[in-house]
């Protein structure tokens, strides 16, 4: 569908007892791209994910996924989507592969979903490592691998490469990439990292005490605000919010 949308956010709101975290959200993605939600810590951000990933419910406003409402058809969006917290674990006494192996039995998948996971960790022979020996790069590559093994049509990754070293990612944002434009997954990230951001990006929303302040295409943005980088844009749409 030419008008289809992948998020519709609309003046999300949530409270946790007299604290207000969203305060009238609105944003939307387009199936295929990979749309960045960049904010500081507190800002509101993993909560509209768990909103999003049918986890807990918004105090007013509404979230479609695919056209889906996450609250009346919860069902339906979470056999459409993928969501990796940042703090996600793994089973440490499972290796690697019975790990993945237990995600495609759980999601009804073969041998097939199987190999295209392991490929997607790119972990060779450690593969068959139990998980607590992992480093946390390794631990996050077998996650990104489950996420996206079961061919989500929108995957929400919250942090997915915070705490990693270079090498791991760079892995990490190349399957993003590569599924996104080859795959036409459609991806919702957050990160703090604004090099990273420019580079998977093809638009973003900053989010600050919980309220879009502003949003579009990065290299737009740093056009229409007169600024060097992202870090520089957010400082002063901030300061001007």
Do not use: W
Request: with cysteine; aromatic share 8%; charged share 25%.
């Amino acid at each position: 569908m030419i008008n289809e949308k992948a998020v519709e956010v609309d003046n999300l709101t949530r409270y946790f007892g007299s604290r207000q975290v969203l305060r009238g959200l609105s944003f939307t993605v387009r199936p295929g791209e990979i749309f960045g939600l960049i904010g500081p810590n507190g800002a509101g951000k993993t909560t509209c994910f768990r909103i999003l990933a049918t986890i807990i419910k918004p105090s007013g406003g509404e979230a479609r996924i695919f056209g889906h409402d996450v609250v009346r058809e919860a069902s339906e969006v979470r056999r459409l989507i993928s969501y990796l917290p940042e703090e996600a674990g793994v089973y440490k006494n499972l290796s690697g592969l019975d790990f993945l192996k237990l995600t495609a039995r759980i999601y009804g998948g073969d041998s097939a979903m199987v190999d295209e996971a392991v490929a997607i960790s790119g972990l060779g022979d450690s593969i068959n490592m139990r998980m607590g020996a992992y480093s946390k790069g390794m631990r996050r590559r077998i996650l990104i691998a489950r996420a996206l093994m079961t061919q989500p049509k929108l995957a929400i990754l919250d942090e997915p490469t915070s705490g990693l070293d270079v090498e791991h990612a760079v892995y990490v944002r190349d399957i993003i990439k590569h599924y996104a434009e080859k795959r036409g997954i459609t991806f919702l990230i957050s990160s703090h990292n604004m090099l990273e951001v420019a580079y998977l990006c093809s638009r973003v929303a900053f989010i600050h005490r919980g309220a879009i302040i502003a949003e579009g295409n990065p290299e737009d943005l740093l056009k229409q605000h007169r600024v060097q980088n992202l870090e520089e844009l957010f400082l002063k749409i901030r300061e001007e919010a």
